[in-house]
Every structure is written in C-alpha cells, then in structure tokens.
Antibody, heavy 120, light 107 residues
Framework: EVQLLESGGGLVQPGGSLRLSCAAS????????MNWVRQAPGKGLEWVSGIRSNGGTTFYAASVKGRFTISRDNSKNTLYLQMNSLRVEDTALYYC?????????????WGQGSLVTVSS | DIQMTQSPSSLSASVGDRVSITCRASQNIGSYLNWYQQKPGKAPRLLIYAASSLRNGVPSRFSGSGSVTDFTLTISNLQPEDFGIYYC?????????FGQGTRLEIK
C-alpha cells in the first residue's frame, strides 16, 4: 500500500525556517517524481515545488522560488522541503504528492499534510 | 503561468442528478488536465487524468471530457458521498496550476 507521511510542521515566526519531511513507503520511491502542494486555511490548492525521480531537476512556484528548496534522499525514501525566510502568507497545510504517468502527469497519491503556521 | 478557471464556484444538486463542472485554461494545454475531489479534512483524491481517463477504482459515474482550453467533469447519477470540492489541474507545464475549486453540495 502506498503511503506518504509528512512531518516537521509547526509554528514559526516570520523570517524563520522549517524543514518538512515526507516519508514514502509501499512503492519504489526512486522511480517517481514528487511534489509539494499547499493549502492555506479555507483556500484552494497551490502547487509549490516538484523534483524529478533522481533529484537532478527541481521546479518551484514563483511565490517560493529562492526561499524554499526541495530535495530527496532516495536511500531513505524521503522527500524534503526546506523553507527559509517564511512569511505569514506561507501558512498552510503542506501535502506531498507522488507524480504518476508517462507523457500525461498527475498526482495519484497524497499524504495527509503537515501544518505550517507562520505568525509572531 | 497558465491560469485555470472553474465554474460554477459552487452548486447544489439532488441525489440522482447529473452535474457538470467546467474548467477553462488560459492557453492550449492539450489533454494535460486532471480532476481531484477533496472532502473536509482530507487530502485531495485523483478522479480523472489526461482529461478523460478514469482512475482505477473511481466510480464510472465520473467522467471527463474536453481538450485544448475547455474541459468538463460530469457526475452522473449523483450519490450522497459525492459532496466536496472539485479541483481541476493542468500538468502541461510548471507551475502545475489548479483551478479555484467548485464546491458541490448534495441537497
């Protein structure tokens, strides 16, 4: 059974840092691209970042580029999101999601999310 | 960035009804369009990918159609468990933008 389990969220002051982790199990992690998607309280979904299966290529939303860094450790089956210079508007539930497909990409499995609150 | 616009933003329908949600892309995205359902307190769930392909295990009352810029999610024979928020997403190019969501309420 595919499982994605996020951790590392919490309360942080504006300007602070936090690192999220997503532990994957039930599939061959190093065969899949992965993503972070966030959802601010009461709002819609926003794709944040993605990373190819070998970690060699990364992608970011403009809203986080230069502040967030996505990475993965395929030996540990774990995806990360290092978040620096956090802003109040980064407050959200952060999901990790697996990319599936060849040619047409989609997010077939999602974790339950890790809540990040940025507040003074 | 590609903008995704859904309509309506909310709708209410009765069990057994047929409902449709539309999604419009700001540029040609071919068939790179996915649909997700989200229920309160839960992660999104993939329903349809590549505009019209039904994910394994998703009831056949869900269907997707469209291409280029205009897409539709149709739910036939609406069931009580179909309430929630529905999102479209383009996967043509990063950032993989989502529509703003359509809230479906069962009367």
């Amino acid at each position: 059974e595919v499982q994605l389990l996020e951790s590392g969220g919490g309360l942080v002051q504006p300007g602070g840092s936090l690192r999220l982790s997503c532990a994957a199990s039930g599939f061959t992690f190093n065969n899949y691209a992965m993503n972070w998607v966030r959802q601010a309280p009461g709002k819609g979904l926003e794709w944040v970042s993605g990373i190819r299966s070998n970690g060699g290529t990364t992608f970011y939303a403009a809203s986080v580029k230069g502040r967030f860094t996505i990475s993965r450790d395929n030996s540990k089956n774990t995806l990360y999101l290092q978040m620096n210079s956090l802003r109040v508007e980064d407050t959200a539930l952060y999901y990790c999601a697996r990319t599936q497909g060849s040619g047409y990409w989609y997010f077939d499995y999602w974790g339950q999310g890790s809540l990040v609150t940025v507040s003074s | 960035d590609i903008q995704m616009t859904q309509s309506p933003s909310s709708l209410s329908a009765s069990v057994g009804d047929r409902v449709s949600i539309t999604c419009r892309a700001s540029q040609n995205i071919g068939s790179y369009l996915n649909w997700y359902q989200q229920k309160p307190g839960k992660a999104p769930r993939l329903l349809i990918y590549a505009a019209s392909s039904l994910r394994n295990g998703v009831p056949s009352r869900f269907s997707g159609s469209g291409s280029v810029t205009d897409f539709t999610l149709t739910i036939s024979n609406l069931q009580p468990e179909d309430f929630g928020i529905y999102y479209c997403q383009q996967s043509y190019s990063t950032p993989y933008t989502f529509g703003q969501g359509t809230r479906l309420e069962i009367k």
